[in-house]
């Protein structure tokens, strides 16, 4: 018995990290931070994969019963995969040649990232009970990747090239790099309404870096742009019943630009740029002491929209408008109490949540 397809997989990969920072806190009503920092990230992976062509081909026929190739794999993906037509004159007794049992071939990645960044963050105490703060960073990302695949054994008898990985020119090693930049920020109110409540405004700009892809169809990499969030929150904190109640709430929306997500193009899994999308929505945190020390009931609500917008800047529609987020219901709710019970043999935490 002949195994269709052996594979494995190497993936190896080293974080390295350092940051200074300076501190200072007069004591009164200023205080604040600044420093730098240095990331590096280096990965890798390999995958060898071994195929016995007879097998492969005759899977191949049995899964497209006469539909198109594009039924099951991306000509984008797998440039020299037979087609139809093709595969059946392969398989005529009479026009039969020597199949491989074992065909050898393997792709390869590698990737490194260097980012560093110099921030500063204040607080300004304006009255004992105002307090204002903000901050800014400076990041830059360095980013360097390599792709190769390429045949171990020979080209494939069916394709005459490889059977599934993306072959790279005489199996060459293919490298693309770049240099990327940003500035982002917050800026925060909070106000003391007592000595038990606060109330407080946040504001930001929030970045995930540009990702640098390589793209088999073109042999090249391209860059993914940065994940922009513009965020606004609003919200209250506070005790109530001698501390007994706990209470917090939040409003709040986010902006994004160049949303990046992944979809399938025939078995591979890569990003890409799903436009603009945006988040607003409510939410609830409640904890009370019903019994002291005995019983605690907690309760939660959060009502989130969350969507692909229909247009982009330039008013063309998005590919996923009216999309939601994915793990991202609009409502969301849990109950639970916590209830302890001392007992003649020992003490019983019970925690009945929904």
Known sequence: CQPV???????????????????????GAFSAFAGVSYFREKGSQLVPLQYDERGTLALFAALTQGRPVTALFSPAVFPNFP???????????????????????????????????????????????????????????????????????GNSTITGGGLFANLTPNGAKLRGDDT???????????????????????????????????????RSFVTIPAEIATSYEAGVKGLA????????????????????????????????????????????????????DVLTLLATYGF????????????????????SFRLSPDHTVSLAALWTIDSPWGRFDVTPTY
Request: hydrophobic share 35%.
């Open 180 to 218: 990327y930049d940003d500035v982002t920020w917050r800026a925060a109110v909070r106000y003391q309404l007592t000595d038990s409540w606060n109330v407080y405004l946040n504001a930001g700009k929030g970045r995930r870096p540009e990702v640098l892809n390589y793209v088999p169809a073109t």
């Open 83 to 153: 087609t139809n037509a093709q595969a059946g004159a392969i398989l005529r007794p009479t026009n039969n040649p020597p199949f491989k049992p074992i065909h050898v071939e393997e792709f390869q990645n590698w990737g490194q990232t260097d980012a560093f960044d110099v921030f500063a963050d204040a607080t300004l105490r304006i009255t004992p009970k105002l307090e204002v703060s903000g901050g800014v960073r400076w990041t830059q990302d360095g980013k360097t990747s390599w792709y190769r695949g390429r045949v171990v054994n």
């Open 241 to 292: 019943f001698d501390g007994r109640l706990e209470v917090e709430a939040s409003v709040y929306t986010y902006e994004y630009e160049n949303f990046q997500t992944s979809v399938r193009d025939g078995v591979r899994i890569v990003p890409i740029n799903a436009g603009n999308a945006s988040s607003t929505g409510f939410e609830f945190t409640g904890q009370l002491e019903a019994i002291p």
């Open 304 to 323: 989130g929209e969350s969507r692909f917008v229909d247009t982009d800047d330039q008013g063309r529609r998005q590919v996923f408008a009216g999309n």
């Open 5 to 27: 397809l052996l594979f494995a997989e190497d993936a190896q990969g080293d974080q390295f990290s350092i940051e200074a920072r300076v501190n200072y806190d007069d004591g």
